[in-house]
């Protein structure tokens, strides 16, 4: 049973931090490529920024140099790191994890950030 469980969404202050974490099981999790999408009210899913079983990252250009992605192997966790919170951060944020061969793709279940004062 393959399960990705997210956690640490809130209500925080403009200009303020919080650090999401995606626990995942039942995969091989130094295998994935990890990244982390958010949907707002009215808008597409898109794509923060990802990293790769070598830790190679890439982000967005909305988020780059205020958010960072990080694993954990020994955890089977990802983690994405936000600072400099803006009101156009809100949005549910979920984690991915991606195997390219063979193909999978797993979700996790969206966890709500809310940036307002």
């Known amino acids: ?55 190679s990252t890439n982000y967005a250009d909305s988020v780059r140099g205020r958010f960072t992605i990080s694993r954990d192997n020994a955890k089977n966790t990802v983690y994405l790191q936000m600072n400099s919170l803006k009101p156009e951060d809100t949005a549910v944020y979920y984690c991915n994890a991606k195997l390219p061969t063979p193909p999978r793709t797993y979700w996790g279940q969206g966890t709500q950030v809310t940036v307002s004062s």
């Open 1 to 55: 049973q393959v399960q990705l469980v997210e956690s640490g969404g809130d209500l925080v202050q403009p200009g303020g931090s919080l650090r999401l974490s995606c626990a995942a099981s039942g995969i091989f999790f130094s295998r994935y490529t990890l990244g982390w999408y958010r949907q707002a009210p009215g808008k597409q899913r898109e794509l923060v920024g990802g990293i790769t079983g070598g830790g």
